[in-house]
């Protein structure tokens, strides 16, 4: 079954130190994007990749940074620069439905917190 | 700019009652696509269901449906006959079918809660 795979699930960090979230996907889309959710909020864009070797700002960009070595895998690094890095992030990349329309499908998601 | 507002922040329904959670939108794209996500406990974000801005008829899945009200720019979701596995947070999101990029904007959602 197509999906995409977060992990960890759930991480711990010590202010001051970096941290890599990692998503794989087999959908076999272009695209991929990082949302992060903080409690009560709605999803905020961080990061996006349209394209293998090329990614693209969100809404919220600083103190994350990104890569797109393969179409499978968009990690993502909460930096030490991110004040306020507790958060839920999310990873999606589009599903086309027998309907024909794409919809965004989301990991399970990776939950961290600052100590 | 996009723009999502879901004015409810929490909803009660009685078990087998139906429940409308509302949602608004503003965009000055004339091509755009409405979401809605469920959000269990886990924090999965699951797809419910989808409308075109040039679809004629509203969406319907199963138990889920869509009132889209173009000229009032809404969309809100229709859930009959609600079950406890209902209970969530419920988000409304837009996406601009004519920029070729598939990412999406979020209201900050609904929590539902269903009462036995």
């Known amino acids: 079954d197509g999906g995409i795979t977060q992990s960890p699930k759930y991480l711990f960090r010590k202010e001051g130190q970096n941290v890599t979230l990692s998503c794989e996907q087999n959908l076999n889309h272009d695209a991929m994007y990082w949302y992060r959710q903080d409690p009560g909020q709605g999803l905020r864009l961080i990061y996006y990749s349209q394209i293998v070797n090329d990614f693209q700002k969100g809404d919220i960009a600083e103190g994350y940074s990104v890569s797109r070595e393969k179409k499978e895998s968009f990690p993502l690094t909460v930096t030490s620069a991110q004040k306020n890095p507790t958060a839920f992030y999310l990873c999606?990349?589009?599903?086309?439905?027998?309907?024909?329309?794409?919809?965004?499908?989301f990991g399970a998601g990776s939950r961290l917190t600052v100590l | 700019a996009q723009k999502i507002t879901q004015t409810q922040p929490g909803m009660f329904v009685q078990e087998k009652e139906a429940v409308t959670l509302d949602c608004t939108y503003d965009t000055s794209d004339p091509s755009y696509g409405l979401f809605w996500y469920k959000q269990p406990s886990s924090g999965e974000m699951i797809f419910l269901i989808y409308q075109g801005s040039y679809d004629q008829q509203n969406a319907t899945e199963g138990r889920y449906s869509l009132n889209f009200q173009k000229a009032r720019k809404s969309a809100n979701l229709v859930i009959s006959a609600s079950q406890l596995g209902d209970s969530a947070m419920y988000f409304c999101?837009?996406?601009?079918?004519?920029?070729?990029?598939?990412?999406?904007?979020f209201g900050k959602g609904t929590k539902l809660s269903v009462i036995p």
């Open positions: 999606a990349s589009p599903f086309g439905r027998d309907s024909g329309a794409n919809v965004l499908t």
């Open positions: 999101a837009m996406r601009d079918t004519g920029a070729g990029s598939y990412q999406l904007t």
